[in-house]
């Protein structure tokens, strides 16, 4: 695995609560939540739908309003179906002014 710049922390602090950004053909999403970066796969195990367009971030947890499965951004974890299966997280921090994600 590789640390990787993906995103200006002042670009991503201005994005609306996601910044989706692709790295090596995986679409990610970043999310700051008290000042710790987060990223995972944009796309919720259900039915695959893209969290940067149909999902909120409710404190720690993602909302999928496809068909209201909820995660929890810092784990993974599945807080309410109908998924089955925790989102893949990715190691992501802040350095130097950049995030970076580990692929």
Same mark, same amino acid.
């Given at each position: 695995m590789t640390w990787r710049e993906v995103a200006r922390s002042d670009e991503a602090a201005r994005a609306r609560q996601w910044l989706? +950004?692709?790295v090596d053909g995986l679409q990610?999403?970043?999310a700051a939540l008290d000042d710790t970066w987060y990223a995972v796969e944009d796309?919720?195990?259900?039915?695959g739908c893209p969290f940067s367009s149909e999902a909120a971030l409710e404190g720690s947890t993602? +909302?999928?309003?496809?068909?209201?499965s909820e995660f929890d951004l810092t784990t993974g974890e599945v807080l309410r179906g109908p998924?089955?299966?925790p989102i893949r997280t990715i190691p992501a921090r802040e350095r130097d002014g950049r995030i970076e994600v580990d692929l």
């Open positions: 989706s +950004v692709e990610v999403v970043l796309r919720c195990t259900h039915a993602i +909302v999928c309003n496809c068909h209201g998924a089955e299966y």
